[in-house]
């Protein structure tokens, strides 16, 4: 690891304005990616500026109409709210089958949502080829070992797969991420906010390099009340997605579908909404085979690699086994 400076933050207005004018500073939060990438040799900030320590950035409101979540709350502390919990559950369950207990707790929000992919090719710098690690360089992964890679929103420039589970449940119930910068507050929609590699996969984001994250928001909805995430992956725990699916449902009383949500995690190289799925659950009966049926459209356009064509199939099964398993607790 390089030799680094650090700081603590005065406020979010003084990290916003430090890494305004120093183009090598970057914010720590929890540190469990930052560092990580730092001791690969992946990334060499001059400068870190630790967030962690500062007031008001890490409470967890919820009123009538949506919760709000600072950007220092710990992936932990969300996890395991009764508001998280009875309103927005398949958010609690992201959460808690990411990572590990240990990691939870020193994990936070803001960091959970910019966390960089796990490509072995992109956090091993031995290996010559990553555009996203240096620009121009080609994508190993493409005809390398791509078990793990994404089959949905590649490029020919990369194929690397989010590695997320709370966005992809961010994403389903339409979530926004409120950002300061030195021209004051936006705020970005979840979909807007991981961009498509396309030809410049280093861009991550639409955030600015002096740009942070202050909090995100999730509008209430019966369907996030009514929700669940399912996680599938190698080992039981303790692993990132082979393919995710955060699902929600509104029921009417007639027991046909409303309202329906679905984004995929694991197989794309973003949390990717499947809206197509939710359109042919609409009106339909909540039952098994509509599932199943509607499932069949998840994936679409998919573009599998040498290794990970198991992918399409397993997304399509991830979809349909979480809407079984969500209509099955009513
Ligand atoms: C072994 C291991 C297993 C894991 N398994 C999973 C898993 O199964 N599922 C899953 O979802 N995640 C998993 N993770 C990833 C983990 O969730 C992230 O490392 C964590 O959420 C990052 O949060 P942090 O606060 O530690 O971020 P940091 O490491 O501090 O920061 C991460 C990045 O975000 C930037 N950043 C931090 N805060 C802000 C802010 N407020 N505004 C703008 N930028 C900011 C930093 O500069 C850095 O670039 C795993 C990690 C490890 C190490």
Aim: net charge negative; with cysteine.
């Amino acid at each position: 690891m390089r030799p680094f400076d650090y700081t603590r933050a005065e406020s979010f207005e003084s990290a916003v304005a430090t890494l305004h004018d120093d183009p090598t500073a970057a914010v720590l939060g929890g540190g469990t990616t930052l560092v990580d990438l730092m001791k690969c040799g992946v990334t060499a900030p001059g400068l870190l500026v630790d967030l962690t320590h500062l007031p008001g950035h890490d409470g967890i409101d919820a009123d009538a109409s949506a919760l709000r979540v600072g950007a220092l709350a710990t992936m932990s502390e969300v996890a395991v709210h009764p508001q998280v919990r009875r309103r927005w559950p398949a958010m609690s369950e992201a959460l808690l089958k990411g990572a590990s207990q240990q990691l939870r707790n020193m994990a936070r929000i803001g960091g959970n949502l910019m966390q960089r992919t796990r490509c072995g090719y992109f956090r091993d710098p031995t290996f010559a080829e990553c555009n996203k690690r240096d620009p121009g360089s080609g994508c190993a992964a493409l005809h390398g070992e791509n078990r793990g890679h994404a089959v949905l929103g590649t490029s020919e420039q990369c194929v690397a797969t989010f590695p997320g589970d709370l966005p992809v449940a961010l994403t389903a119930f339409d979530a926004v991420v409120h950002v300061l910068g030195p021209d004051g507050p936006r705020v970005i929609p979840i979909e807007e906010f991981y961009l498509l590699p396309g030809d410049t996969p280093w861009r991550e984001h639409p955030l600015h390099p002096d740009e942070l994250i202050t909090a995100v928001e999730v509008p209430a909805s019966p369907a996030a009340a009514f929700s669940h995430y399912l996680k599938v992956r190698d080992r039981v725990s303790y692993e990132f997605a082979a393919a995710s699916a955060a699902v929600g449902l509104a029921i009417g009383a007639d027991g046909r579908i409303v309202d329906a949500r679905v984004a995929l995690g694991g197989v794309a190289t973003k949390p990717w909404r499947e809206r197509s799925v939710e359109a042919a659950l609409i009106g339909q009966p909540a039952e098994p085979e509509v599932f199943r049926q509607a499932a069949t459209l998840a994936a679409a356009g998919a573009r599998p690699l040498e290794h990970n064509g198991y992918k399409v199939e397993l997304a399509r099964r991830t979809v349909a086994r979480a809407f079984v398993e969500l209509a099955g607790q009513r």
